[in-house]
């Protein structure tokens, strides 16, 4: 009542009172607050103060302390156009739309006593409903002066006042954050008396125009404030975090003096379209991050998070969303739990229809075929898919083709030996064709060596086989048995042929592989069968031809 007789009195006859009662500054202070908290209203043809009264302020014996607010001489002459001083504490309350602007996910709506319900985006939320969201959920609230609170993942929040002054835009707002977290973009309230609080077991955050992130959990609570600034308060004390600012409360502390949060994170490296569900990709590590959390929203307004990840490695996580573009949000946490301020910009996902499952050639597979048979899972038999073999080494197309499913397709020419990738994507007929899948690694080789048929002359053996393209080298085996555990010649050789002149005469197996230049052996050659002949034997009688030399001696 001090106060409301304060306002009323003319300035010299309030400083007096002031000074009589000692409380100049005080004073000064309440006054400075009423007139700058004062709604001007326009006088309009056919308002009387009684009537103003009636339509906008709390009680109709107030409007006798307007007229003196004002200085108007004569109530009966109030003049349109005249502008009227109104406190914003005598104007009537009456209820504000709080409604949500979008929901996604596992998000549910509970009014008063009545069981949980699915929310539906576009309708109202009454006050001491509770609005909760799931793992996938998220929702976005929007209030009568355009402020917009955005629910995240595994949060629960309670509507305690949404009131609205009845004249102007002044709102009113008390929300109650039981658990989880709140992206908050509130309208700055000037010096309108307006209100706008967000109450959490640990403390009360109040602000008058800010964007900021309010987290709680159990007892705790933090808060990132990205611009404007935003009064934490408790029992125990009450700081002011400006822009760039963070502040964590504990159960029963005061909160933290305010310190500086993370920059954002680099996205240098991260493409800007990925082709793969879950998205997990490398980030650059951030100084003093202990987290990062990477957002995805069908557009900049962020009304709903259709992905919202944390990984406590420098990744880039996104669970399973449609295919499109989306806007991307990462931050990092540091050590106090305070996630930074956010890099943002566009990700397109082009994921569908996904790539089948490569069966044949198998990764590393080494086959002979010339024309090798292709067989991948099939999805929906009106689906069509597109093969390509690629050189492995230069990365150029060999082959290419559409096939029908079911089919089991080969190459159309016959592959050189040598090193193969090939990879298929699917076609779907109304979406296109979808994203290729991981590329697999194959290689044809031709057959090993064969032998040809041994020489002998000059009393030595020779074997020669036949040249392959690619070889650098081959391996010779020679043994008495066709199982080669124990050979009597195991050599590398340069060329396709190998002399020897020591060999025990009898039945021989042999058997020669290739060895490509980048070290790949190849399969071994059929084995062939040899004889090697026994040397030959000087009759007796030719040693009497020495006889003459032995007289020399």
């Known amino acids: 009542m001090m106060n409301s007789t304060v306002v009323a009195l003319p300035v010299v006859g309030l400083l007096r009172a002031a000074s009589r009662l000692g409380l100049t500054m005080t004073l000064l202070f309440v006054l400075h607050g009423a007139q700058a908290a004062d709604f001007i209203y326009t006088v309009q043809p056919g308002d009387h103060p009684w009537n103003l009264a009636q339509r906008y302020l709390k009680r109709p014996a107030l409007s006798a302390r307007l007229l003196e607010l004002n200085q108007v001489p004569d109530e009966h002459r109030m003049m349109p156009g005249t502008r009227l001083r109104i406190p914003h504490a005598w104007l009537k309350l009456q209820s504000a739309e709080v409604r949500l602007l979008a929901v996604y996910g596992e998000t549910a709506m509970v009014q008063g006593a009545s069981p949980a319900r699915l929310a539906v985006p576009g309708e109202l939320m009454a006050v001491q409903s509770v609005l909760r969201t799931g793992a996938t959920g998220s929702a976005t609230l929007g209030f009568a002066d355009g402020s917009r609170v955005l629910l995240r993942r595994d949060s629960e929040l309670r509507l305690a006042q949404a009131q609205q002054r009845a004249l102007g835009k002044v709102s009113l707002v008390e929300l109650v954050l039981l658990a989880g977290s709140l992206e908050n973009q509130v309208t700055p309230l000037g010096e309108s008396g307006g209100r706008f609080e967000i109450r959490t077991p640990a403390a009360v955050a109040a602000v008058r125009g800010t964007d900021f992130r309010l987290h709680t959990h159990g007892s705790k609570a933090r808060t990132e404030v990205l611009s404007g600034a ?116 566009t990700l397109v996902v082009h994921a569908r229809p996904e790539p089948p499952l490569l069966i044949a050639p198998t990764s590393q597979a080494v086959t002979e075929a010339a024309r090798p048979l292709f067989r991948w899972t099939q999805a929906e038999p009106t689906w069509r898919y597109l093969l390509q073999v690629m050189d492995s080494v230069s990365g150029d197309i060999v082959d290419e083709q559409s096939v029908a499913g079911g089919h089991s397709p080969a190459p159309q020419l016959d592959l050189p030996a040598g090193r193969y990738r090939w990879r298929v994507a699917a076609i779907d007929p109304q979406k296109g064709q979808g994203p290729w899948g991981d590329a697999q690694e194959f290689r044809r080789v031709l057959p090993g060596p064969g032998v040809e048929p041994a ?29 080669f555990s124990a050979p009597l010649v195991d050599l590398l050789s340069e060329s396709p042929q ?3 002149t ?48 032995l007289g020399l001696f």
């Open 230 to 345: 935003v009064s934490l308060t408790n029992a125990q004390g009450q700081i002011r975090a400006e822009g760039g600012q963070g502040s964590v409360v504990e159960g029963g502390q005061s909160p933290t003096p305010p310190m500086p949060l993370l920059g954002a994170p680099s996205l240098d490296g991260v493409p800007e379209r990925v082709q793969r569900l879950p998205i997990d990709l490398p980030l650059l590590t951030l100084s003093g991050a202990t987290a990062y959390r990477t957002q995805l929203a069908p557009d900049a307004n962020f009304n709903v998070a259709v992905s919202d990840e944390v990984s406590t490695s420098p990744r880039l996580r996104a669970r399973d969303v449609p295919d499109g573009t989306y806007v991307m949000r990462v931050r990092a946490t540091d050590a106090h739990g305070l996630e930074g301020l956010s890099a943002q910009r």
């Open 455 to 483: 020489e002998v002359s000059d009393g030595a053996l020779t074997l020669r086989w036949s040249a392959q393209p690619q070889a650098a080298r081959y391996r010779l085996q020679v043994a008495r048995d066709d199982t």
């Open 498 to 500: 190998h002399r020897m």
């Open 502 to 549: 020591e060999l025990t005469p009898g039945e021989h197996q042999v058997r020669v592989q290739a060895i490509g230049a980048d070290g790949y052996t190849g399969p071994w050659g059929g084995t062939q069968r040899f004889v090697a002949p026994e040397a030959s034997r000087q009759p007796w009688w030719a040693l009497l031809l020495l006889l003459p030399l």
